[in-house]
């Protein structure tokens, strides 16, 4: 496995992952059109090439055998960092690509001066909620999140 920056190229791919894991993960917690709208508004290819250029943003994919498998999207300054989401494909979880994702952003982050790391996950997301926990991210307060014009509960974790 190899983490790298992602290209502008790279939209298609990270754009494919994020739909198969809303499909796979989220089956109970949106309903399909819900998810679509979601993947739409987040992960549309001209809007994930956005943020791979932005300044702002710090956006590593994951590869195995040249093929994407796995991203991440944080945002930070000098002052701290956030972690929005971190997915793999999920025929390629349980090996490690997940953390190995979030430690490359994290490196990112500090390298740019950020302080404390928070990650952002849909409150019903157990396995999502898990993942931070299992890497020492503490629960530290609850907000709402707007996905296809609804309102869900977001957990958000901090570095500790």
Do not use: C, K
């Amino acid at each position: 496995m190899t983490i790298r920056e992602a290209a502008t190229d790279d939209a298609e791919a990270i754009t494919a992952i994020a739909r198969e894991s809303w499909s796979h993960d989220y089956p109970d917690i949106l309903s399909r059109d819900t998810a679509e709208q979601g993947v739409e508004e987040w992960y549309a290819p001209e809007t994930i090439r956005t943020e791979i250029d932005s300044d702002d943003a710090v956006v590593p994919v994951a590869e195995r055998d040249g093929e994407v498998v796995g991203f991440a999207h944080a945002v930070g300054d000098g002052t701290g960092g956030t972690v929005l989401r971190v997915y793999v494909a999920p025929d390629h979880r349980g090996d490690g690509i997940g953390s190995g994702l979030l430690d490359h952003a994290r490196q990112r982050l500090v390298d740019r001066g950020a302080g404390r790391l928070r990650a952002m996950v849909l409150a019903d997301n157990e396995p999502g909620n898990e993942f931070y926990r299992r890497l020492g991210f503490e629960l530290r307060e609850r907000n709402e999140t707007r996905i296809g014009g609804e309102t869900y509960r977001e957990n958000v974790y901090l570095d500790v």
